[in-house]
């Protein structure tokens, strides 16, 4: 899924009022983002740990998005638009590594987007991880075959 730039204006936008909750001067706190995106409403909402609501907005070009592999679609605009939000996001004061999550509506994980740390920003992208339950699975067995 391609993005507009008023798209990945209103994501960045809605990361910049995620980050004024976390200002630079205030004591850390453990926590990682959990983002929800609505596909009928195209609303995106985060959250803290407690599942306290931290802001919502809603992305026009995402309202009742046919896609069956919405989320599939939309971590990769998500996760560009944190990558390209890297200075605002690392003077948030949470407590290092923590990361930005995509959640369902069950507020279930779904994938992690970025994971950010002292020493680096790690982007997790879906290249990285693909095939990996298979090779873990695969060594697993090799290793109860023993």
Not at 78 to 96: A, N, W
Request: proline share 5%; charged share 30%.
């Amino acid at each position: 899924m391609t993005a507009s730039q008023q798209t990945i204006q209103q994501i960045e936008r809605a990361i910049r009022k995620v980050a004024a909750n976390f200002p630079k001067e205030a004591e850390p706190v453990l926590t990682d983002i959990h983002l929800w995106v609505n596909p009928y409403t195209g609303e995106i909402r985060s959250y803290n740990d407690d599942d306290e609501e931290l802001d919502r907005c809603v992305v026009e070009e995402w309202i009742k998005s046919p896609q069956e592999d919405f989320y599939e679609r939309v971590a990769p605009v998500l996760r560009q638009c944190i990558e390209q939000m890297r200075p605002v996001v690392e003077q948030m004061s949470i407590m290092r590594p923590f990361s930005f999550v995509l959640i369902d509506e069950d507020h279930e994980t779904l994938q992690d987007l970025v994971i950010i740390d002292d020493e680096q920003t790690v982007v997790l992208g879906g290249t990285l991880l693909k095939g990996l339950e298979k090779d873990l699975d695969d060594f697993l067995q090799k290793l109860l075959a023993e």
